[in-house]
């Protein structure tokens, strides 16, 4: 099978020339106004009737001729006999005469005779009849029939979205089949032999991962005004791809495919469309998301998004959704964008338009600071760790340290974490967070915690191991923890400490060289005089805390280097070496925060939130 190779990069414009030229507007359709909240007019609503349909009172009081109560006031009222009452919702029995009154509710009808009311405020019962100590005009407290909507009169536009207020509206006119744009539906098939839906167990020395993007770009498909259809992942055979489209293509307006677009051999989607449909853009000059393609299959539209779930949304969010909406009849959300200083610098010189995910946090003064969130488009806590994206022009090698950015959020809701910590992943920690609001956790251990302090972007920093930062910092809070071999239940291998890793029949799984763990763990081999170049497993690393436990829980290993909380939630054995203590470290210059401030108040309770983590003490 050959290879396809991206020689000519479209430009982001033509790519978003591309998808407008793509025709997925559904015919308009007709709901009944019960369900129209949310969807768009397709055309002009006019009245076909008076709003109201005729005079009625605008409060509680009496109807009269307005002429009879000229030269009222609080002195010299005038006094009118009653010679009825009028309710709301029943047809006036009484006609008002030269001279008389009708007592009246809100929203009855005025009665004939009468051309305004006088407020029941402004009188009061005699023995003749009702004073009325004010004078009042023609058409006082009175609506008129049609002062509220005139038949024949324009109401509502089309391409007007439907709100509670439109369908009060709607309402009042009598209108109960409302005409609509409708809703373009969007297919969705994720590609893949390794793809599992949720739910769905996992075969991890497969390959499989759980399907990500099914679900993910179905949800922004409705968030943009869409009607998401899913239909069941499909693998990288050829033959099965053309029918998963086809059936798709039979049944939407547009179908979204994610993965299988790169120039891999065995990525078949874009032959499938130049063979079966027509392809008009295969490769994008802009990251992430280059392999994206545009083209048709059968009658319907087709858009080829990334695999990677951050390239997959970033892509949607960028070219297709505005599509969607425009279909839909939906305005463009209001962009919402913050300005910002970039925290670090930042290198970029790849010759394409670079749409960078960024984290936002505020300094010691409240400025807004900005950081790029880059693990990789196949990273999928990017998707939450970044806030926005700052677009990055293709000629740009770097952003200096400084250098003010834009970031547009993802939503206008979008804040920036209270407290912003980076270090050592530690579960005691984790657990403190809970008590902060809106806190920001990156878990990448202590050497990357130390420097970006260096850089001056976290709050604080958690730490542990024998590493020093080299900034100066407060320290917040401390405790100890047990750290040692994890091994399965009974250690069937006999381990009894670091010493029995160099035989050559025991297999071992490491910390990776950011986390102060694996540099506690070093002295640990050097002190006993270990080589760790005869330790079975020595290179071979894991980045989380658990992680480690959870490959011998797997039987893929003899023993891993962990904590005793981790062997004891998962049921394993453990071999104890030391303890070793974690340190939570502020920025000297952020300590002032309300976010730190509230860390430092979550943390005066450390005892209560290590209580039942085995190992742990302070």
Same mark, same amino acid.
Request: hydrophobic share 40%; glycine share 12%; net charge negative.
């Given at each position: 099978m050959s290879r396809k190779e991206f020689r000519d990069l479209a430009a982001p414009e033509e790519a978003h020339a591309a998808v407008a030229s793509l025709d997925i507007e559904p015919d308009p359709e007709t709901v009944p106004l019960r369900e129209s909240r949310g969807r768009v007019l397709a055309e002009r609503v006019d009245a076909g009737i008076d709003v109201p349909g005729f005079d009625r009172a605008s409060m509680d009081g009496y109807a009269l001729r307005a002429r009879d109560?000229?030269?009222?006031?609080?002195?010299?009222?005038?006094?009118?006999?009653?010679?009825?009452?009028?309710?709301?919702?029943?047809?006036?029995?009484?006609?008002?005469?030269?001279?008389?009154?009708?007592?009246?509710?809100?929203?009855?009808?005025?009665?004939?005779?009468?051309?305004?009311?006088?407020?029941?405020?402004?009188?009061?019962?005699?023995?003749? +009849?009702?004073?009325?100590?004010?004078?009042?005009?023609?058409?006082?407290?009175?609506?008129?029939?049609?002062?509220?909507?005139?038949?024949?009169?324009?109401?509502? +536009?089309?391409?007007?979205?439907?709100?509670?207020?439109?369908?009060?509206?709607?309402?009042?006119?009598?209108?109960?089949?409302?005409?609509?744009?409708?809703?373009?539906?969007?297919?969705?098939?994720?590609? +893949?032999?390794?793809?599992?839906?949720?739910?769905?167990?996992?075969?991890?020395?497969?390959?499989?991962?759980?399907?990500?993007?099914?679900?993910?770009?179905?949800?922004?498909?409705?968030?943009?005004?869409?009607?998401?259809?899913?239909?069941?992942?499909?693998?990288?055979?050829?033959?099965?791809?053309?029918?998963?489209?086809?059936?798709?293509?039979?049944?939407?307006?547009?179908?979204?495919?994610?993965?299988?677009?790169?120039?891999?051999a065995v990525d078949v989607v874009y032959r499938v469309i130049e063979e079966s449909g027509e392809l008009l853009l295969h490769g994008v000059a802009i990251k992430p998301g280059k392999p994206m393609l545009v083209g048709r299959v059968g009658e319907s539209a087709y858009v080829g998004l990334p695999g990677y779930p951050v390239s997959a949304l970033t892509i949607f969010r960028t070219f297709v959704a505005p599509a969607i909406r425009d279909a839909a009849g939906k305005p463009e959300p209001e962009r919402a964008t913050v300005e910002g200083r970039m925290a670090v610098r930042e290198r970029y010189a790849q010759g394409r338009t670079r749409l960078m995910p960024a984290g936002l946090l505020t300094d010691e003064d409240g400025e807004t600071l900005v950081y790029p969130v880059d693990k990789g488009s196949g990273a999928t806590t990017s998707l939450v760790e970044a806030d926005g994206v700052v677009e990055v022009d293709a000629d740009t090698d770097y952003l200096a340290a400084g250098e003010s950015v834009t970031v547009e959020l993802f939503s206008p809701g979008v804040r920036p974490p209270t407290v912003l910590a980076v270090g050592e992943d530690d579960p005691a920690f984790a657990r403190a967070l809970d008590g902060v609001r809106r806190p920001r956790y990156l878990a990448e251990g202590t050497r990357p915690g130390y420097r970006r302090l260096r850089d001056g972007l976290p709050d604080v920093v958690v730490a542990s191991g024998p590493l020093e930062a080299d900034e100066e910092t407060d320290e917040l809070a401390s405790w100890t923890r047990e750290w040692g071999l994890v091994v399965p239940r009974g250690n069937p291998a006999g381990i009894e400490g670091v010493a029995d890793l160099a035989a050559s029949d025991v297999s071992f799984v490491n910390r990776t060289t950011a986390s102060g763990l694996r540099a506690t763990f070093d002295a640990a081999l050097a002190d006993a005089g270990v080589d760790a170049e005869r330790v079975h497993g020595y290179e071979r690393t894991v980045r989380a805390h658990e992680s480690p436990a959870r490959k011998v829980q797997s039987g893929d290993v003899d023993a891993g280097l962990g904590l005793r909380a981790s062997a004891a939630k998962l049921g394993l054995g453990f071999v104890p070496v030391g303890e070793e203590r974690v340190r939570v470290l502020a920025n000297p210059e952020r300590t002032g925060k309300d976010g730190v401030r509230e860390l430092v108040r979550a943390l005066d309770g450390i005892e209560r939130v290590i209580a039942d983590l085995p190992g742990y003490d302070t």
């Open positions: 109560t000229f030269g009222a006031d609080e002195a010299d009222p005038v006094v009118l006999p009653q010679v009825g009452v009028v309710h709301a919702g029943e047809e006036p029995d009484v006609d008002v005469g030269a001279g008389e009154c009708v007592e009246i509710s809100t929203g009855a009808v005025m009665p004939p005779g009468a051309d305004a009311v006088v407020p029941v405020e402004r009188t009061h019962e005699v023995e003749d +009849g009702v004073a009325f100590d004010t004078a009042v005009a023609p058409g006082d407290s009175v609506m008129a029939a049609g002062a509220d909507v005139a038949a024949g009169e324009r109401a509502l +536009g089309p391409g007007t979205e439907l709100t509670p207020r439109e369908i009060g509206l709607l309402s009042a006119l009598g209108v109960d089949d409302v005409p609509v744009r409708g809703t373009p539906t969007v297919g969705v098939v994720s590609t +893949g032999d390794e793809l599992v839906r949720p739910g769905g167990e996992l075969d991890h020395r497969a390959g499989q991962i759980h399907d990500v993007n099914s679900y993910t770009v179905a949800a922004a498909v409705e968030e943009a005004g869409g009607e998401a259809v899913l239909y069941p992942h499909a693998g990288d055979d050829y033959d099965e791809m053309e029918r998963q489209l086809r059936e798709a293509a039979a049944e939407c307006d547009l179908v979204l495919t994610s993965g299988s677009t790169s120039a891999s």
